[in-house]
């Protein structure tokens, strides 16, 4: 149905902004007293309010009280949403000052949450993914990433990406899905390494193409999760099947990134132990530069250098890595608004990385309002963006959209 929804005291639509490098405020196109026309889930047009009515006078208004800011919504581009149980107790020794080392010994880590995973029948990996979701679009985030990889083992990393897929139409959030099947070598595997990444080639990713479960697939590089050399040609194999690239790279050493480049990855995610090198690989390349703040937050860690990917003319988006071992927090903006403060990033940096940015590391259209969009959109309850981010993610959106239109009431 075609509507004008409006007035809002500012829209920020986010277009007309370089898609890498750094961004100043200034750059910003506002819109004051702005309206947006509305056909069929699909953003025609943005501007004045007044003029948008006079040009289209019989079609209904939806009217917003004075005192919003819109935006696009939000895209986390990184999530570990579909997972059972907690692990607060590893939480608990982390903070007391155990090691990641001492943590495992003790039954914690990935393992302790592929173990009650795996514990959860599908039905429940459903609904407490939906009910997670559905937090997140009340936040303002209207299309959320979610990765596999508690399942490890043929049979339940299809149960987790089959759960992706059915909660993908119980909540009105927008799903997509990635196998995270190289996520770490399962302690119940009988083979090496590169054994277990051949079982994935030739058991599991066929299967996910056959049933259209998802077209991407992640790793975890990292010394102690998947090798350099055993990520790329598994990464190699499973792009020759057709599948889009993403990779964690260089959360605690070095050596994802190149892994990144050489296959052509659409984003390179974590990079806190990212340092010049790593930065100008990415710059000069198409990948997507993702920073998660929640993970540094949740282990006391550095942030990954943004400031330095965005000065160097990389692309930078920021996700949450919602997960339930390293970022159980999952509050996107809050994360955003006090990693920048810490970074230096300017506003237009932030909401560029929340939503345009992050488009592009799902290569989905999306997180601008442009005529040809989905009308996806959320309204903030003050006068000015910059309030936004200066509560430091306090201040929630009070109205969503999805398509158009309001996703809590259909
Ligand atoms: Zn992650």
């Known amino acids: 149905m075609k509507k004008i929804i409006g007035p809002f005291t500012q829209i920020l639509p986010l277009t007309g902004l370089p898609l890498k490098g750094a961004l100043k405020d200034e750059q910003l196109h506002l819109i004051a007293n702005g309206g947006v026309l509305v056909d069929n889930g699909l953003i025609v047009e943005t501007g004045d309010f007044n003029e948008l009515r006079k040009a289209n006078p019989s079609t209904p208004t939806e009217e917003i009280q004075t005192g919003h800011v819109l935006l696009p919504g ?100 927008k799903l997509i899905a990635t196998c995270l099947a190289a996520h770490m070598v399962p302690k119940d595997f009988t083979g090496s390494q590169e054994e277990y990444l051949q079982h994935i080639v030739d058991d599991l990713l066929p299967v996910i193409k056959q049933e259209k479960l998802t077209n991407r697939v992640d790793i975890f590089i990292e010394q102690s999760a998947i090798n350099v050399e055993n990520a790329l040609i598994y990464l190699k194999k499973a792009k020759q099947m057709g599948f889009d690239i993403t990779v964690h790279a260089d959360q605690f050493t070095t050596g994802g990134c190149a892994v990144a480049v050489a296959v052509g990855a659409v984003s390179a995610d974590h990079l806190e132990a990212s340092g010049e090198h790593e930065i100008e690989l990415l710059a000069d390349s198409n990948i997507v530069a993702v920073t998660l703040p929640g993970a540094s937050m949740g282990l006391g860690m550095p942030y990954a250098p943004a400031r330095n990917l965005l000065n160097a003319g990389a692309c930078l988006a920021i996700a949450s890595d919602w997960n339930p071992g390293s970022a159980p927090m999952g509050d996107l903006l809050m994360q955003a608004a006090v990693m920048s403060a810490s970074e230096k990033l300017s506003a237009a940096e932030v909401f560029a990385g929340l939503t345009f940015r992050a488009a592009s590391a799902l290569k989905i259209e999306g997180g601008i309002l442009a005529p040809g969009m989905p009308a996806d959109m959320q309204a903030y309850p003050c006068a000015d963006y910059r309030e936004i981010l200066y509560y430091q993610g306090k201040l929630k959106p009070n109205k969503i959209w999805i398509g158009g239109n309001d996703p809590m009431t259909q």
């Open 74 to 173: 939000f895209i986390d581009c990184h999530t570990h949403i579909c997972f059972g149980g907690n692990r607060a107790k590893d939480y608990a020794m982390r903070i007391a000052g155990k090691t990641y080392l001492e943590i495992a010994k003790a039954g914690g880590g990935i393992w302790d949450t592929v173990t009650q995973t795996r514990a959860a029948d599908e039905a429940t990996l459903v609904n407490s993914l939906v009910q997670r979701a559905n937090r997140h679009l009340a936040e303002g985030v209207t299309t959320i990433e979610v990765k596999s990889g508690y399942g490890l083992s043929l049979e339940e990393e299809l149960k987790q990406l089959r759960a992706i897929k059915t909660a993908s139409v119980q909540t009105k959030a």
